[in-house]
């Protein structure tokens, strides 16, 4: 069992910065690919940004060069640093854990079938 609790949403003008994090408790085993998903109402969720066990990271399109995501392995913590916000980047963003290791987190779909989801952390940008 994995324990993922997402906090650090708000709201900020257009521009602006937010600092996710995601406190993750449980099997390490199955937290070894951690993902940030984001989801507006009638879409369906869509990955935002990835990271190995290793390190290696990943991100959608729409954020590269604006967001980073980050780990602390010390405090089992998970950050998605994100600047230059646009209103398209609202939502309810989530941090998802799976087993999957090295490059495999970071090839192919976002979200392994077998994972885990926190219960979302609401940002809102206004223009």
């Known amino acids: 069992q994995v324990q993922l609790v997402e906090s650090g949403g708000g709201s900020v003008q257009a521009g602006g910065s937010l600092r996710l994090s995601c406190a993750a408790s449980?099997?390490?085993?199955?937290?070894?690919?951690m993902v940030w998903f984001r989801q507006v109402p009638g879409k369906e969720r869509e990955g935002v940004a990835r990271?190995?066990?290793?390190?290696?990271?990943k991100y959608a399109d729409s954020v590269k060069g604006r967001f980073t995501i980050s780990k602390d392995n010390d405090a089992n913590t998970l950050y998605l640093q994100m600047n230059s916000l646009k209103p398209e980047d609202s939502g309810l963003y989530y941090c998802?854990?799976?087993?999957?290791?090295?490059?495999?987190?970071?090839?192919?779909?976002?979200?392994?079938?077998?994972?885990?989801w926190g219960q979302g952390t609401q940002v809102t940008v206004s223009s």
């Open positions: 998802r854990a799976d087993g999957r290791s090295g490059n495999s987190c970071l090839a192919g779909i976002w979200g392994a079938a077998s994972g885990y």
């Open positions: 449980g099997d390490t085993s199955s937290r070894r690919c």
């Open positions: 990271i190995a066990d290793y390190g290696g990271t």
